[in-house]
Every structure is written in C-alpha cells, then in structure tokens.
C-alpha cells in the first residue's frame, strides 16, 4: 500500500471514534505482547478497554484525538489532553495515545501526529508536551527521541507478592 508523502491528518469526528478505540486496543495489545503477556479473554478485555477509553475521553479536560488517513481509511491517531502539571503548576500537552497500524509506519504519519499534537497545544499556550512509553518499545523510544522528546522522569516499579 503506499503512503501519501504528506499525510492527511485532521482532527476525528464522532463517527469515527470506535474505530480510534479498536486501534487505541490494538496498541494495548501490542504492548502486552512485548511484555509477554496476553489478555485470557479478549472480549473481555476489549469491553474493559473501551469503557476504560471512554471514561478518559469524557473528562472535562481540553482534548482532541488527530487522525491520520490514507484515502478514507483512518490509519493512525493521537489523542492529546491539556492536563495540569503539579510540579510547576503550569498546563502541559501528554499524548494520551498515539498509535499506527504497523504496514503504515516508517512514512512519516507518527511525525504527522505528533506534530498535529504540538500545534493543538501550541494554540492553547502550553508550552510543553509529555509523554509515557513502555521501557522495552525501543522502536517507539528512538521515534520520540529522534522528535526532540528527552526524559524528564523515571517511573520504577517493583512487584509485590500478595499477603497470605
């Protein structure tokens, strides 16, 4: 399939919100697998995402979702949420999500996304935009440097074992 070189992104309607959400759970799904994990019921797991997503999405915070098209099929997205930063009490962007389908990636659509999300904030006065990334997508980590993304913070986890 080929790929525009410049990339229609706009912003998503209504109508296209359930196919954002199954892409949104296809990205989930993606990062489970690289963690070696698996849901045990899909369809459960799939109801649970989309209610999950749709909580997040009718918050009443400045938000938007982007999609990226090729043709008339929606391919890619990113939502971008102004949400306040408690360190420095100022408002700043974070990609809530953004994802590709993977035939599309490499030509340019992410770099499309992220900067649809840059302006969206731009035009809002946030000066900043923050996102979270799994440690072992090393692909995504080297696309967000490669956009000027630095770490700023470090999230550590350690597992517990349950009390008997």
Same mark, same amino acid.
């Given at each position: 399939?080929?790929?525009?070189? =410049?990339?229609?992104?706009?912003? !998503?309607?209504?109508?296209?919100?359930?196919?954002? *959400?199954?892409?949104? %759970?296809? /990205?989930?799904?993606? *990062?489970?697998? %690289? $963690?070696?994990?698996?849901?045990?019921?899909?369809?459960?797991? +799939?109801?649970?995402?989309?209610?999950?997503?749709? &909580?997040?999405?009718?918050?009443?915070?400045?938000?938007? *979702?982007?999609? &990226?098209?090729?043709? $008339? +099929?929606?391919?890619?997205?990113?939502?971008?949420?102004?949400?306040?930063?408690?360190?420095?009490?100022?408002? !700043?962007?974070?990609?809530? =999500? *953004?994802? !590709?389908?993977?035939?599309?990636?490499?030509?340019? %659509?992410?770099? +499309? %996304?992220?900067?649809?999300?840059?302006?969206? /904030?731009?035009?809002?006065?946030?000066?900043?935009?923050?996102?979270?990334?799994? &440690?072992?997508?090393?692909?995504?980590?080297?696309?967000?440097?490669?956009?000027?993304?630095?770490?700023?913070?470090?999230? @550590?986890?350690?597992? @517990?074992?349950? +009390?008997?």
């Amino acid at each position: 399939m080929g790929t525009p070189k =410049s990339p229609v992104v706009q912003e !998503v309607g209504p109508g296209e919100l359930e196919e954002v *959400i199954k892409m949104d %759970l296809e /990205c989930d799904l993606e *990062i489970m697998r %690289l $963690n070696g994990k698996k849901p045990s019921n899909i369809k459960s797991f +799939a109801r649970i995402h989309r209610n999950n997503f749709l &909580a997040a999405y009718n918050e009443p915070v400045e938000q938007r *979702i982007f999609g &990226a098209k090729v043709g $008339n +099929a929606l391919v890619g997205f990113v939502w971008v949420r102004i949400e306040p930063e408690i360190e420095e009490m100022v408002p !700043v962007g974070f990609v809530e =999500s *953004i994802f !590709v389908k993977s035939e599309y990636r490499g030509n340019g %659509l992410g770099k +499309a %996304l992220i900067r649809s999300a840059e302006r969206f /904030c731009k035009g809002k006065g946030v000066s900043r935009l923050e996102l979270v990334v799994n &440690a072992k997508n090393r692909s995504a980590i080297d696309f967000y440097r490669s956009m000027g993304f630095k770490a700023r913070r470090y999230t @550590l986890e350690r597992r @517990l074992v349950p +009390a008997r």
